[in-house]
Structures are given as structure tokens and as C-alpha cells.
């Protein structure tokens, strides 16, 4: 069974920039796409980025459009998110995962596997 680690997370002022990492501990033939999610206090949990992990197609949420950029090093079994032009309202914990559906879909219930989270605060 497939772990995810993230790491990355941390305080920067607004109009910054962090990347977050997700290693995952051996390659699963299973996981066809890669999901970042972000949870902030009393708020559900929403997708913000993901990639098809076969070919490298990525997607992105609104509010992060133009801003995060999700990219993989199939070499490392890792996935990256390159959040730019942060803002207060990015201020989340941010969560990777797996998923065994190539469609890469939004909802949190089509990923299976989840790392433990790295915090990131704009202020």
C-alpha cells in the first residue's frame, strides 16, 4: 500500500512563493492521477491541482488558475506544486493524493490514498 509524505509547506508574506512536494513510498502500477487538495479551518476540503499521472495532463481549480502549477518526476515517484503570487486566502493545509480513476475528477471521494498534510500561511 502506497504512503504519501508532504513537505514544503510554511509561512510567507502575500505575493510569495512555496513548493509543496508529495513523495510517495514505490510507484503503484493502480494510481492513473495525482491530486493536490487544501483544507482551511471550517471549510471542506477542495481539490486545487492534479495530474494524469501516465501522461502528464493537468488540471486546476479556479480560484488557483494561473497561479500553482502541479508537474511530476515519474523518476522520483514525487509530485510538485509551485504555488506563486500567494494570497491570505491559500492559507490551508495542504493535502496530496492518489487515485486509481484516470478522469482526475474534483471529488475528494475519488482519491484513495492521502499523505498527512503540510500547513501553508499567507499573511
Request: hydrophobic share 30%.
Amino acid at each position: 500500500h502506497v504512503q504519501l509524505v508532504e513537505s514544503g509547506g510554511g509561512s510567507v508574506q502575500a505575493g510569495g512563493s512555496l513548493r509543496l512536494s508529495c513523495a510517495a513510498s514505490s510507484y503503484t502500477y493502480n494510481t492513473k492521477c495525482m491530486g493536490w487538495f487544501r483544507q482551511a479551518p471550517g471549510k471542506e476540503r477542495e481539490r486545487v491541482a492534479a495530474i494524469y499521472s501516465r501522461g502528464g495532463s493537468t488540471y486546476y481549480d479556479e480560484p488557483v488558475k494561473d497561479r500553482f502549477t502541479i508537474s511530476q518526476d515519474n523518476a522520483k515517484n514525487t509530485v510538485y506544486l509551485q504555488m506563486n503570487s500567494l494570497k491570505p486566502e491559500d492559507t490551508a493545509m495542504y493535502y496530496c493524493a492518489a487515485s486509481r480513476d484516470a478522469l482526475c475528477h474534483t471529488s475528494r471521494y475519488n482519491y484513495n490514498v492521502w499523505g498527512q498534510g503540510t500547513q501553508v500561511t499567507v499573511s
